[in-house]
Nanobody
Framework: QVQLVESGGALVQPGGSLTLSCAAS????????MGWYRQAPGKERELVAT???????NYADSVKGRFTISRDNAKNTLYLQMNSLKPEDTAVYYC???????????WGQGTQVTVSS
């Protein structure tokens, strides 16, 4: 079965940077679209960024200009580069992929990002 595994979460100071990775057990070509979501304590899960198979990207207004989503097809890995981090970015970040044809969504286990001084 297809699996997604996130890594890279850490404690970082405000204004710092982090890059999250999401490794797929199979080719990223299995997915028509992939994305990053996050859930902060006491909050609902929200979309952070998406990237389609055609490399079109979409970002939440709160992260535009600070975060960049990208994909490395050779490494079957999705990335989220996060710059100018704020305490409000603190959350568990989840990787998502929508499988072609079946349209079934796959989710990673999540990785914790904490922004604090």
């Amino acid at each position: 079965q297809v699996q997604l595994v996130e890594s890279g979460g850490a404690l970082v100071q405000p204004g710092g940077s982090l890059t999250l990775s999401c490794a797929a057990s199979g080719s990223v070509f299995l997915f028509s679209v992939m994305g990053w979501y996050r859930q902060a304590p006491g909050k609902e899960r929200e979309l952070v960024a998406t990237i389609t198979s055609g490399s079109n990207t979409n970002y939440a207004d709160s992260v535009k200009g600070r975060f960049t989503i990208s994909r490395d097809n050779a490494k079957n890995t999705l990335y989220l580069q996060m710059n100018s981090l704020k305490p409000e970015d603190t959350a568990v970040y989840y990787c998502n992929g929508r499988q072609r044809l079946t349209l079934h969504d796959f989710w990673g286990q999540g990785t914790q990002v904490t922004v604090s001084s």
